[in-house]
């Protein structure tokens, strides 16, 4: 397939944050990347408002996260089933708290980035069709501006390019498309969805509390407007019943003891979330993230995190594999990282919401056990905050390998060898490159200089003083190895970074 043939390196399918952030690192690596987005214009379902430590470090590494930042408010610990309290205070990481906006917020950056950066968005375009063969992808849409049919052809616009990936959402067209199924269940029907002005400002920035009634949610916007979640135990309705404001208000005062006179809802809505997973993340040349591969119920804010971990796992590995660098077999590291993360997220939140929901006395003394077990145990409280931030995730490494191998890095200080270089890890890495980290040895690395920074640690000193680290390009150590010989460093960086250029 030559590529006067292709209209893109990558289609991606859905503008959310997990689309726009795969799309942004294509577009910065000098890919040709098209987003097709069903909506027309922005969404006002805004479920996620809560940007975890391990998000905030890879946009860190995107040159973002201080601008997000800035749009919301971080807080130092989570509160679950109304009692628990997890402290992400300790967490080792320059981000150690939750931080509160938005998810529109997030969505803005990382359209920005990826605009700027030279993708495509084309809004309205549905996607209704998909083949692939050996060499290609190719998307059948819907355009903006009538049928979507094309003049003379009788077919929807088509769109080509090397591989795809679908980030459309539970409801993904992609998925459907392939074929793929998407076993699950429901965990909790007939939440209440509204956006409303409040007469009194609560007293935290995110209210929320748990009864034998049912549940409430209170988050800003920012601007003004509140989005409420609740759930009442008592009046389980389907999706589409109407949902009236004084249900809300009387719900939400039964479950925290005032409504703070909310009024003035410019949205009410009902939904139900599932807990749902493709048994495979990848089919061929296209590829599933985010909520099109996994769902998961509400509890410990972690949807749109975990996809944004998709798109960074992903992004750099398709890089590797349309510039020649790495072979086929790269990609199917995409599966095996990131689908056992998606398991256990949607096993550890969909467990937080049963404890939530619980109705049985075991289920209810369970909770209660658990949750003085964690007030109790300081290394209880530590493992659950680091499971909710992202910070526990590590990918397999074989049995030999130096223990830091998969493991995800802090953000490490390196010394500055020229003026305006990076001063820490995540500054090295919004290159969109691997990072060789070194006290000598690295001019070992300068055949691949298009494909790894190089950098010694700023105190050679330290517990990196014998050691050599190959940061991969999602901030994770792809390869690790104390006073290794030059062979087995050049032996590492081929493994990881193809042939050298000639």
């Given at each position: ?36 987005e069903k909506r027309d214009g922005e969404s006002n379902l805004t479920r996620a408002f809560a940007v975890h430590a391990r998000t905030l470090e890879q946009l860190d590494a995107r040159g973002l996260a201080d601008d997000l930042i800035a749009t919301g408010a971080a807080l130092g610990s989570l509160r679950l089933f109304g009692r628990l309290r997890v402290d992400l205070g300790q967490l080792p990481t320059r981000f150690p708290f939750v931080l509160i906006t938005p998810q529109s917020n997030t ?69 459907d498309l392939l074929g793929i199924p998407f076993p699950g269940e429901s965990v909790v029907n007939s939440v209440l969805l509204a956006d409303v002005r409040l007469e009194r400002e609560p007293q935290d920035v995110i209210t929320v509390g748990a009864t034998d009634a049912g549940f409430a949610f209170l988050a800003p916007f920012g601007d003004g407007w509140y989005r409420v979640i609740a759930w009442d135990r008592a009046r389980q309705l389907p999706d589409d019943a109407r949902v009236a404001l ?257």
């Amino acid at each position: 397939m030559s590529d006067k043939q292709l209209s893109s390196d990558v289609l991606v399918v859905g503008a959310g944050p997990t689309g726009l952030l795969l799309a942004g690192d294509l577009a910065a690596a000098g890919l040709r990347v098209t987003v097709l987005e069903k909506r027309d214009g922005e969404s006002n379902l805004t479920r996620a408002f809560a940007v975890h430590a391990r998000t905030l470090e890879q946009l860190d590494a995107r040159g973002l996260a201080d601008d997000l930042i800035a749009t919301g408010a971080a807080l130092g610990s989570l509160r679950l089933f109304g009692r628990l309290r997890v402290d992400l205070g300790q967490l080792p990481t320059r981000f150690p708290f939750v931080l509160i906006t938005p998810q529109s917020n997030t969505e803005r950056l990382l359209q920005e980035r990826a605009l700027k950066a030279g993708a495509t968005i084309l809004r309205g375009t549905e996607v209704v069709g998909l083949r692939q063969d050996a060499h290609g992808v190719t998307l059948t849409a819907r355009e903006p501006g009538g049928d979507g049919r094309s003049a003379g052809t009788g077919a929807g616009t088509e769109h080509r390019a090397r591989y795809a990936v679908g980030t459309d959402g539970v409801h993904s067209s992609v998925r459907d498309l392939l074929g793929i199924p998407f076993p699950g269940e429901s965990v909790v029907n007939s939440v209440l969805l509204a956006d409303v002005r409040l007469e009194r400002e609560p007293q935290d920035v995110i209210t929320v509390g748990a009864t034998d009634a049912g549940f409430a949610f209170l988050a800003p916007f920012g601007d003004g407007w509140y989005r409420v979640i609740a759930w009442d135990r008592a009046r389980q309705l389907p999706d589409d019943a109407r949902v009236a404001l004084p249900e809300l208000a009387e719900l939400t005062r039964t479950v925290l003891g005032t409504d703070y006179g909310l009024y003035d809802p410019r949205w009410l809505s009902r939904f139900h979330s599932d807990e749902r997973q493709v048994p495979s993340y990848r089919s061929g040349r296209v590829f599933l993230a985010g909520d099109a591969a996994h769902c998961h119920s509400p509890a410990g804010g972690q949807g749109m995190n975990t996809g944004l971990q998709d798109a960074a796992n992903l992004s750099w590995k398709l890089v590797a594999a349309l510039r020649g660098w790495a072979p086929d077999a790269l990609l199917d590291t995409y599966q095996t990282e990131r689908h056992p993360v998606g398991r256990a997220v949607l096993r550890s939140s969909g467990a937080l919401i049963r404890l939530a929901l619980a109705q049985s006395v075991p289920t209810r003394a369970l909770r209660s056990a658990l949750t003085s077990a964690a007030d109790r145990l300081g290394p209880v409280g530590r493992l659950g905050a680091r499971q909710v931030s992202g910070l526990a995730v590590r990918y397999p490494a074989p049995p030999e390998a130096h223990p830091l191998t998969g493991r995800r890095l802090p953000d490490l200080r390196l010394a500055v060898d020229q003026p305006g270089g990076p001063s820490r890890l995540y500054e090295a890495l919004r290159a969109g490159r691997a990072v060789l980290i070194s006290n000598d040895e690295l001019s070992v690395a300068e055949p691949w200089a298009d494909r790894v920074v190089t950098a010694a640690p700023a105190d050679p000193h330290g517990k990196l003083r014998d050691a050599v680290l190959l940061v991969r390009p999602d901030g994770y150590a792809a390869w690790a190895s104390v006073d290794p010989t030059r062979g087995e460093l050049r032996t590492a960086l081929t493994q990881w970074l193809g042939r050298p250029a000639e």
